[in-house]
């Protein structure tokens, strides 16, 4: 099956520098790739995603791009605010055999104001 | 909103227990999942269902099981709990494929 890593682990950024977090993925025929924002206490929450036939994607502060040739995704956070303290999973998906996500372990994100 | 409710968000259970985990999503949503969570491995799929009466088994499904009796909800059941299974126990919900999953809070469960 797919298998997803992310790096790194744990990351620290001083209040308003960017924040980067890489995924790759193993099964070039995973097509969707959505981050989750997890903070202390509460379940993921989807953030943003992306499709295979897309190679960037951008919401305000956080945009997302995608290698399929590398297959490897990356999320970019920018002017990063405390309140983006929290742990970040990435997965991907093939949609054309089912609903399944594969997580990536996650990167713990610190903030310091 | 979707809401996904979960019926828990601590449990402390006796080995050899039968445990029922519970999740309910409120929006007619098809598909529904359960993963662990455990610190350095992420989350992994343990049972998921895209349909009524319908199962499947993810990546872990050894000493789980799961019940979906109705649409909204889908339930998890540790047959006879074992210290391993401590662990957080998110549920989610989907529209379809190629759709983000909604979680829940999560079911923080320690067996003794």
């Known amino acids: 099956g797919e298998n997803v890593e992310q790096h790194p682990s744990t990351l620290s950024v001083q209040e308003g520098d960017s924040a980067v977090i890489k995924c790759t993925y193993s099964?070039?025929?995973?097509?969707?790739f959505p981050w989750y924002k997890q903070e202390l206490g509460k379940g993921p929450q989807l953030i943003i995603d992306i499709r295979s036939n897309v190679g960037e994607k951008k919401d305000q502060r956080i945009a997302v791009t995608l290698n399929k040739t590398a297959k490897h995704f990356s999320l970019h956070i920018t002017e990063t605010q405390p309140e983006d303290s929290a742990v970040y999973f990435c997965?991907?998906?093939?949609?054309?055999?089912?609903?399944?996500?594969?997580f990536g372990t996650g990167t713990s994100l610190t903030v310091i104001p | 909103d979707v809401k996904v409710t979960q019926s828990s968000r601590y449990l402390v259970k006796r080995t050899g227990e039968k445990v029922f985990l519970e999740c309910v999503q409120d929006m007619d949503h098809e598909n529904m999942f359960w993963y662990r969570q455990d610190p350095g491995l992420g989350l992994r799929l343990i049972y998921f269902?895209?349909?009524?009466?319908?199962?499947e088994k993810g990546d872990i499904p050894e000493g789980y099981s799961v019940s979906r009796e109705k649409k909204e909800r889908f339930s998890l059941i540790l047959e006879s709990a074992s210290t391993n299974q401590t662990s957080m126990y998110l549920c989610?919900?989907?529209?379809?494929?190629?759709?983000?999953?909604?979680f829940g809070s999560g079911t923080r469960l320690t067996v003794v």
């Open positions: 099964d070039s025929a995973s097509n969707y």
């Open positions: 989610a919900s989907s529209l379809g494929t190629g759709q983000g999953y909604t």
């Open positions: 997965a991907a998906s093939i949609t054309n055999t089912g609903n399944q996500f594969y």
């Open positions: 269902s895209y349909d009524v009466k319908m199962k």
